[in-house]
Structure formats: structure tokens, C-alpha cells
């Protein structure tokens, strides 16, 4: 069995029979051509596995990305950028790149773990962005025999945490290279509540905020409520934000008149690790598996923890919640297999 613990971030000790990594598209259509030709097992394409809880060894094959390319290929005349990246791209390094050459738009999305590949199937967000909302296309590679298509920014139906390579097409592609629009002009997004409340304690100058502020006051937030993967495993921000029909929101507000709610697509949002919270979950542990004491979003793996180990505590998690609010927790995380 081959080590998949350096291949997620909770730690997890887990194997898979193979593991293959590959460059190029080219490589992975090869690869995939002469799997056909061997007896059929499972296969399970990876990012960083920021988002992964491996509850078992997997049985089959583990492919992986290591495409990390990154290219200009337009600049439109309303000054923005289209800039192609490969899918092993180390998504925060790419954060990184744009600023410092001048590209701004994912500077809110500072800090969040993971790869390129993965941030279009996960529609990653943070502080009132998400990646989606700067894809322009996704190549991709069929599962099935090896063919490339190009997906449009419709086409991938991205929506809260979600897209059609989470659902509709899970499986059934292995994503090469994803298209970003980026501005040459930089105007801060302010609008999370929590960063315009930072650069308001501050006092900073508005007309003088750079993005690179904006990156460094997003990289402080994240540090003082998550912990640092190679410190303390976790999949950062372990369950999505409910949104329940607004009657019953109305009822839960009347029953705990502190509770923070947001209007969303199709309802209400409550945040899901004051649901947690309130639920008597914050900082506790079920042996070497815990939530983490300064988020509750955030499960960890305090050093031993198994897959099953965590499973179990996200399920007793989403039992009280559901007890006491009547409301349905749903994972990030993706358990595996």
C-alpha cells in the first residue's frame, strides 16, 4: 500500500494500492489508456486533500495532479485578465502570483488550502468571494476515455460550495486546467462583515488599502480561528451554512434572539458553527479527534485520529444540532472511500 498521510491535511493515516502523478494532460490521457487495458479497480482523483477524510484504505488507484503551469493567455481591452493555471497549482501560491503581478480579484480567497483543480469543483469562497465567480473555463479529461473538454463558466453551474463536478459529473472527469478573469484595477470587496470590521478597528485609509492588505488582514483572521494544517490536521471549514425557508428562521430567532443570520439564495443563513456552538460542541474532543476551540466549523485531528474517529464525532455533531434546531448539517468534507 502507498502512504496517502502527506496527501491529506487531517493526517490521516491511510493507503491506497497506487498512486499516480502525472504533469501534463498528455500524461493523463496515457494513463488512463492503459488502465483500460488492465482488470477494472477504483479510481479516486485528489487535490491536496484539504477537503478528504480517508475512513479506510482505499482500494484501487489515486490520481493527482501535478500540473502547475500558470500563463496570460488574453488581456482584454476593459483591463482584465484571462490567466490559465494548472490544475496542481498550490491554490494560495496562486493568490500569491497574481498579486504580485499585479492581477487582483482572489485576494479575499487568501489562505485557503488546497490546489487550482479543486477550487472549481469545490467553488471554494471566503470572506464574500468564491472562486467560481472568477472562472472563465475548465478543461477537463472524461473518466471514461480519456477525451479533453473545455467547460464553459454556465456549464459548471457553480453555486454555494457546489458545482457539476461535485454532483452531476462527480467522477466522471479529472480537471487539467482552469481559466480565471482577473482585473488589472484593484477595488477592495469589504463586504464580509468581519474584514470590513478589521480594516474599521484599524482605522485604515480606504483610499490607501492595498490588496495586499486586504491579503494579509484575510491571512491574520484565518490564523487566529484555524489552525495550521502542519501543526494540527483539519479540513479547514468542515460543514457548509444551512439555509433554512425564512418562517423558520423567524422561530429560531424568537427562541434565541442573539443568533447571527444572513439572507441567502433560497432562504436564510445561519452559520453553521454557531449552530455547533450553541450545540456545546466548541473545544470539545471524543479522544484524539475534536472540534477546534477557537471555530467550531473547524473538526481536528489532534494527532492519532482515524477517519472512522472523525466520521464519528462530525455525525454526533450533526445529531445535536438537528435535536436542538431541527436543522440538517451537511459536510464539506468528502469521505473517501
Known amino acids: 500500500m502507498v502512504s496517502l498521510k502527506e496527501h491529506n491535511t487531517f493526517g490521516i493515516e491511510a493507503g491506497c494500492k497506487r498512486f499516480v502523478e502525472y504533469t501534463t494532460a498528455d500524461k493523463l490521457a496515457s494513463v488512463l489508456r492503459e488502465m483500460r487495458g488492465e482488470e477494472p ?54 493568490v500569491q502570483w497574481t498579486l504580485s503581478n499585479g492581477l487582483y480579484g482572489l485576494e479575499n480567497l487568501s489562505l485557503i488550502p488546497g490546489e487550482v483543480g479543486a477550487s472549481a469543483v469545490q467553488n471554494v469562497g471566503a470572506y464574500g468571494k468564491e472562486a467560481g465567480q ?9 473518466a471514461a476515455d480519456g477525451s479533453l473538454r473545455t467547460f464553459t463558466h454556465d456549464e459548471c453551474h457553480y453555486a454555494y460550495r457546489s458545482s457539476v463536478f461535485k454532483h452531476a459529473l462527480r467522477g466522471q472527469y479529472y480537471i487539467t486546467h482552469v481559466t480565471y478573469r482577473l482585473s488589472q484595477h484593484f477595488t477592495p470587496d469589504l463586504s464580509y462583515r468581519a474584514l470590513s470590521g478589521e480594516v474599521a478597528r484599524r482605522a485604515l485609509d480606504l483610499a490607501q488599502l492595498s490588496a495586499s492588505d ?24 468542515f460543514f457548509m451554512n444551512p439555509v433554512v425557508p425564512a418562517e423558520k428562521a423567524q422561530a429560531l430567532a424568537k427562541a434565541y434572539p442573539d443568533m447571527p443570520h444572513f439572507d441567502a439564495e433560497g ?31 473547524v473538526l481536528v485531528n489532534y494527532g492519532g485520529a482515524t477517519g472512522q474517529d472523525i466520521l464519528s464525532l462530525s455525525q454526533q455533531i450533526q445529531a445535536d444540532v438537528r435535536a436542538q434546531f431541527g436543522i440538517a448539517l451537511h459536510p464539506e468534507a468528502i469521505f473517501v472511500p
Open 134 to 142: 472568477f472562472i472563465v473555463r475548465v478543461e477537463a479529461l472524461a
Open 41 to 94: 479497480t477504483p479510481v479516486f482523483h485528489i487535490g491536496a486533500g484539504s477537503n478528504l477524510v480517508f475512513t479506510a484504505d482505499y482500494p484501487g488507484t489515486i490520481l493527482h495532479s501535478a500540473i502547475k503551469t500558470c500563463e496570460i493567455v488574453e488581456e482584454t481591452p476593459d483591463g482584465h485578465v484571462l490567466l490559465r493555471v494548472g490544475s496542481g497549482y498550490v491554490w494560495d501560491e496562486l
Open 267 to 297: 432562504g436564510v443563513k445561519i452559520p453553521a458553527a454557531w449552530l455547533i456552538e450553541q450545540a456545546g460542541w466548541k473545544g470539545k474532543r471524543l479522544g484524539q479527534a475534536g472540534v477546534w476551540p477557537k471555530q467550531a466549523l
Open 214 to 237: 486586504v491579503r494579509n488582514l484575510v491571512c491574520e483572521l484565518r490564523r487566529s480561528k484555524l489552525p495550521e494544517p502542519c501543526e494540527v490536521g483539519s479540513a479547514g471549514s
